[in-house]
């Protein structure tokens, strides 16, 4: 055991450290961008082409930013420059970045915080945002929670969002960023507007949740439960102590805590043969019928087993909780919850803190046995395992 004595002052000036962490996010890699002007968002910005100092852009200009067949050309007033690979805009004041315009589109301008890279390949830009981590997770806040939620839940929002990010940032390492922009990691449109926002970011900034050997979580999260949520390992095929079925009552009156969906009965009987071959027609009749006791991995009592993650995805259902009826040559299949249902519900946890459930115990609800911890101080308890180092280019 370490003495407090020693660990205080490495904690305080690796919370300092904490600060000025980067993440590096590809961002609108969905597009193909020809074209592309940048503009400073607060002071002057510096360009760089292929790493070399090139001069800067004042807040009242803008650099038209190009690919060409031999690279890449940006002009603003001044600067007329030409790159092979890459040019990056840098803010020089704090708290400062980059408005990006797609010339050319009806694409609304966006506003980021930090610097952004844009490189071309094949003829087309590549934008990267050098963002703050805690601007980009009041950025993922406002792109995945919507407005107008309390502010305890806006705060357990940020945890999550913010242990996702750092613990996934190894997700696009081959391709040169951290996290990319869209649903695949988490949604990113840039900076956050919204005041309720920042300041649940602030309360819990640094903060991640980590289970008891400190390791961060897998903060997963989902709509609605539709009252039970799932283990882990019926969603993956791996156990996690912290991912455990809980139950909750506090999603059941929510817009998503169910769903129905009507198949003839030619549609339903034939996917279970097509898919399951389920031909013998005692098994099709229990087929037609059905009520799960409870949350199940498999459809029915039949062998061989019909995972009902696989009828979710092929039927596209919002969960894999429903029950089945027939009438006539209809089926209805009533379901519960929307999602994987594994980790937090969002719809629970949303009525938890308007309830007057502060953030800890919710996330407690959700998550077993997890603890919140600042990021600068996970690192230091994990010295024998560091965190992989976030690249990015360097704030002047
Ligand atoms: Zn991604
Ligand atoms: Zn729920």
């Known amino acids: 055991m370490r003495k407090l004595a020693v660990i205080l002052p490495f904690l305080l000036s690796l919370t300092v450290l904490a600060q000025e962490r980067d993440l590096r996010i590809g961002i609108m890699r969905q597009r193909t961008i020809s074209s592309l002007l ?3 968002s607060r002071g002057n910005c510096t360009v760089y082409a292929d790493g070399v100092r090139q001069g800067e852009i004042p807040l009242n200009d803008g650099l038209r930013i190009e690919a060409t067949g031999r690279g890449l050309t940006a002009k603003s007033l001044k600067l007329n ?3 092979k690979k890459r040019i990056e805009v840098v ?4 708290h400062s970045g980059v408005r990006l315009s797609l010339l050319g589109t009806k694409y609304p301008e966006r506003s980021y915080p930090g610097a952004v890279e844009v490189q071309v390949s094949g003829g087309k830009l590549q934008l990267t945002n050098t963002a703050p981590l805690e601007a980009y997770t009041a950025g993922v806040v406002q792109a995945e929670a919507g407005k107008e939620h309390h502010a305890e839940y806006y705060k357990l929002q940020s945890v999550s969002c913010r242990t996702y990010a750092l613990c996934n940032q190894r997700k696009h390492a081959g391709e040169g960023f951290a996290l990319c922009d869209a649903v695949h990691c988490q949604v990113f449109h840039g900076i956050c507007k919204q005041d309720s926002i920042l300041q649940a970011v602030e309360a819990t900034k640094g903060m991640v949740m980590v289970d008891p050997d400190i390791k961060m979580i897998h903060a997963l999260f989902h709509s ?5 949520t799932v283990n882990a390992e019926d969603l993956w095929s791996k156990q996690e102590p912290y991912l455990r079925s809980t139950p909750d009552a506090y999603c059941l009156a929510a817009p998503h805590a169910t769903w129905k969906k009507t198949l003839s009965k030619a549609e339903w009987l034939g996917y279970l043969e097509r898919k399951f071959k389920v031909k ?4 099709q009749k229990a087929l037609l019928n059905y009520e799960p006791m409870c949350r199940d991995l498999y459809l029915g009592n039949t062998f061989p087993h019909i995972p009902l993650k ?11 909780w429903f029950k089945i009826s027939t009438t006539g040559d209809k089926v209805l299949l009533e379901g519960r919850g929307y999602g994987h249902g594994v980790g937090l519900c969002q719809e629970g946890s949303m009525r938890m803190a308007r309830e007057g459930m502060n953030y800890l115990d919710i996330l407690h609800h959700y998550y077993k046995d997890v603890h919140l911890m600042d990021v600068s101080s996970l690192e230091f308890f994990r010295e024998e395992e560091p965190m992989p180092a976030i690249a990015g280019p360097s704030r002047k």
């Open 81 to 83: 420059i030409a790159a």
């Open 280 to 283: 013998d027609p005692a098994k």
């Open 38 to 40: 940048v503009m400073s």
């Open 310 to 320: 696989a009828v979710r995805e092929d039927l596209k259902l919002n969960s894999t």
């Open 91 to 94: 803010p020089r004041m704090a």
């Open 224 to 228: 609605n439960c539709g009252g039970e």
